[in-house]
């Protein structure tokens, strides 16, 4: 097994670690399977209705974000990342990390940061106020494809911000309503990641290491530096254990139209195995 029992208690920790070389074996096929979907999208080869319609959100290419481009939902459009899961150790580590049992695939995010500007890095942030389940054992992989070194647009996260169900009112709602209760204001998101002690981690990683990391974890990437030669790539999916439940609000449901339609998806329960399977322990 890679996953160690220090690098569980560095995530318990700090809501964030990093496993050397884990994927070095799979970078060439997932940069390939990265980058023919995103540029059959942008070349109007590819089509959301290649594949027919699954639990995802609509697949999404945005050629101009964040110094770079973002791609959603891409799994489906390529064999190549069903042989990752079914093959690569990311199940089995991603239940490792989380302490459970079990877990479960559920959705992909690839960046590709090919620009240069002190403003084109990713402002902090988490990711739970946008997830429609709740639980502890939840996480983000993310996978290096190329080297990020500090001037390649390296993820920095706030230690220890992972505590507590960080809901926080995100600047991709609506500002003009009243906050849902539970959720905090996004001045305490930023207090916390801007506070003169604020614990923060710069994360340079080389091809092929992952980063796991709580989606509360308080987290943003600098800039890549425009003289930099190297673009940087890096490929992450969001999982589920077993703790986790269907719980969307009116925020969250929005950001997920299939399953929030889906009959089989019951508020307070489980996701079941017909719509999000479980990718371990492998089924015989």
Known sequence: MIVTQQHIDDYNRDGAVVIEGAFREWTA??????????????????????????????????????????????????????QWLELSPAAEMTAAIMQSKRARFWIDATFLKNQGAATEGTPWHNDTCTWPFWGKQMSILWIALTDVDTDNAPLTTVRGTHVGDGRYYSTFFPQDQTPLAGYRPWSELMAQATAPNA?????TMKK?????????????????????DQPRLAFSTRWLGDDVVWKPDPLTA???????????????????DSIIPVQWPKVA
Request: with cysteine; glycine share 10%; proline share 11%.
């Open 208 to 228: 092929g290491d992952c980063l796991f990391m709580h989606p509360t974890t308080i987290h943003a990437s600098k800039p890549r530096v425009s003289n930099h």
């Open 199 to 203: 614990d923060i981690k710069v994360w």
């Open 254 to 272: 929005r950001m997920t139209e299939r399953l929030t339609d889906n009959p089989a998806m019951i508020h307070g329960g489980p996701p079941p």
């Open 29 to 82: 096929p997932l940069e390939d399977a990265v980058m023919s979907v995103m540029d059959g999208v942008l070349k109007g080869k590819i089509h959301e209705s290649d594949v027919p319609p699954t639990h995802l959100n609509p697949m999404k290419v945005i050629e101009e974000f964040g110094g770079g481009s973002m791609a959603l939902n891409i799994v489906p459009y390529h064999a190549g990342f069903a």
